[in-house]
């Protein structure tokens, strides 16, 4: 019997993009098809992961000493955070925190940079806080991101895990801001609604019933490669 698969954001965009690569990804787990980062790549991702862990240290309570990070990239991004106009609600304050949730067979699961579960006036709200390095893209962009589709998802349906028994958290009092360093003053905000959810909710779960599919077929049968060859520069 097999283990479930953990759904991620890159494992559905993956999979909506090329199942094969999916196939070869997330079930065979081969390092191909993956593309070899190059000195510049490798020292980005390292960049963003020194960065991450400065933030966690900061809502974690703990002190941070700009002048002690040796990397004058990674000290910039640190002050432009520390001094940007970026709000964040006093209260709860979950720092790399993970939520997962079941979908047939398989899970769904999310890592939030921060997640701030809270309440206003007796109403239920999450807002959610992730931490971005890399080249700001737009609000039209991010807001059909799988990554943005599966967290704001993943909050509303954990919503009584969230809150004390009783109290119901509407999709319309969930958000996702985008914070990125060199737009420190202008986070990207993501709402959502009650409709949203709904049709995103669904379009999720009809990806995972797809998945789940193929899968049922020969496990030595190949899985359909994408229509679209532009994606093959990438493997």
């Known amino acids: 019997m097999r283990e479930p698969l953990l759904l ?7 999979f909506e993009t090329c199942p094969r690569r999916f196939q070869l990804r997330d079930l065979e787990r081969l390092p191909w098809p993956a593309t070899p980062l ?6 980005a991702v390292e960049r963003g992961r020194h960065f991450h862990r400065l933030v966690e240290r900061h809502f974690l309570g703990l002190p941070v000493d700009s002048e002690a990070i040796d990397d004058d990239v990674v000290r910039d991004w640190w002050q432009r955070f520390a001094h940007s106009s ?12 993970r939520l997962t949730i079941p979908a047939a067979d398989n899970f769904l699961i999310g890592r939030f940079d921060l997640l701030v579960p809270g309440e206003e006036d007796g ?7 992730d931490w971005k390095t890399s080249r700001p893209r737009s609000g039209a962009d ?13 909050v509303a349906e954990s919503g009584q895990a969230l809150f004390p028994e009783g109290q119901v958290l509407s999709a319309d009092r969930i958000s996702l801001t985008y914070w990125y360093p060199h737009e ?3 986070p990207q905000i993501v709402a959502y609604s009650e409709g949203e959810h709904r049709q995103n909710w669904q379009a999720i779960q009809e990806l995972v019933a797809e998945i789940q599919a193929i899968e049922a077929l020969d496990a030595e049968e190949e899985w359909p490669l994408t229509g679209d060859w532009s994606h093959c520069r990438h493997c």
């Not at 190059?38 to 020292?43: I, N």
């Not at 970026?86 to 925190?97: A, C, F, Q, S």
């Not at 109403?123 to 806080?129: A, E």
């Not at 991010?142 to 993943?154: D, E, F, I, V």
């Open 38 to 43: 190059d000195q510049k790549q490798s020292l």
């Open 142 to 154: 991010l807001k059909s991101a799988w990554q943005t589709r599966l967290y704001l998802a993943l």
């Open 123 to 129: 109403t239920p709200y999450v807002q959610i806080f």
């Open 184 to 186: 420190a003053d202008q």
């Open 8 to 14: 991620d954001q890159t494992a559905l965009a993956t």
């Open 86 to 97: 970026l709000k964040v609600p006093n209260g709860k304050r979950w720092p790399e925190h």
